[in-house]
């Protein structure tokens, strides 16, 4: 056993028995502490947030305007805070990359243009490697945001604007590891990129453009018309047919509701498994009746050409198991069924 090894150990018996166990810890106590330290310094933070953060989104709301870019420069944790920033910009249409401090002055400072605006992270602000590219920054003509929690920093000092990110103290028990510093380095982050997509009306639709792919894609993408059940498996029946008849057309289609209309192939009304179920109790002629009379007027329906999302919108708001789908002329043309939604991977 080495002596450092050995040392560790008589000091673990001198302190907690022969054992050698440590105390137990409340780690639920331990992990609310951390929420309370985090919480209060956002919280601090957001007292902060004064006229420099407007200067900041009108800044960077032209720089794009003028088809530059967000270029977002850090080291150590705030570097890494930086990337989510960069990503996040990028995700919501502000073009945005990211430059490492180091390599710049090796080559890649090739990346930046006249017209750009630099992000800085820094929570010190005396960041040794960042210090040392901000001279050949300013060879460009370039204006730099800086994110920092010493507004007299040196990194202040040559910022065009200074947005100040300081917190009480951090997370960490030694008040050392960057935590809730880099978390309020985080959220003004989203919230510079959230005020940059307000300010230049980047729309839902923008969204689904840059999101062609994965859950968020499907779901802004597609048309009720992709995802509907069409065809055999969409029930359709009119409202003078005897709900006997009714139910075998259900059964047909596999369905467990069925679209209602009148002698003009409308959407009149819905009749599903339910309202048999709930009828069937208090009428004995039931099967004989025609389904105007049991039906559920005035049913929830969507338009074939209305994107999946709001498809998705509608059943979480209604708690129903089934959308009719109509079109123009308020023919229905589909259903779609809560159950085809995981399938598709909308949920």
Known sequence: MSRIASCLFSFVIEKHGCSGHLPLVNHLAQARKVFDIELAALKAVRAQIDGAFAKAVDLTVETLRQRGKVIVVGIGKSGIVGHKISATLTSTGSTSVVLNSVDALHGDLGIVNDGDVVLALSYSGESEELLNLLP???????????????????????????????VPKEACPFNLAPTASTTAM??????????????????????????????IGRAMLLRVGEIM??????????????????????????????????????????????????????EANLLTKPLKDVMTHNPIFIRDNALAVEALRIFNERNIDDLVVVNAKREPVGLVDSQDLPKLKLM
């Open 136 to 166: 050949a920054l300013k060879r460009f003509l370039v204006k730099i945001i800086a994110f920092t929690g010493a507004p007299k920093s040196s990194l202040s000092r040559y910022s065009d604007i200074v947005l100040n990110v300081r």
């Open 186 to 215: 985080l959220v003004m982050g989203d919230a510079l990129a959230m005020a940059v997509l307000q300010a230049r009306g980047f729309k839902q639709h923008d969204f689904a453009r840059f999101h062609p792919s994965g859950a």
């Open 229 to 282: 059940r069409t065809g055999q498996r969409n029930a359709v029946a009119p409202q003078n047919l005897a709900v006997k008849e009714a139910l075998l057309v259900m059964t047909h289609a596999k369905s467990g509701s069925l679209s209602v209309v009148n002698e003009r192939g409308k959407l009149v009304g819905v009749f599903t498994d339910g309202d048999f179920r709930r009828h069937m109790a208090a």
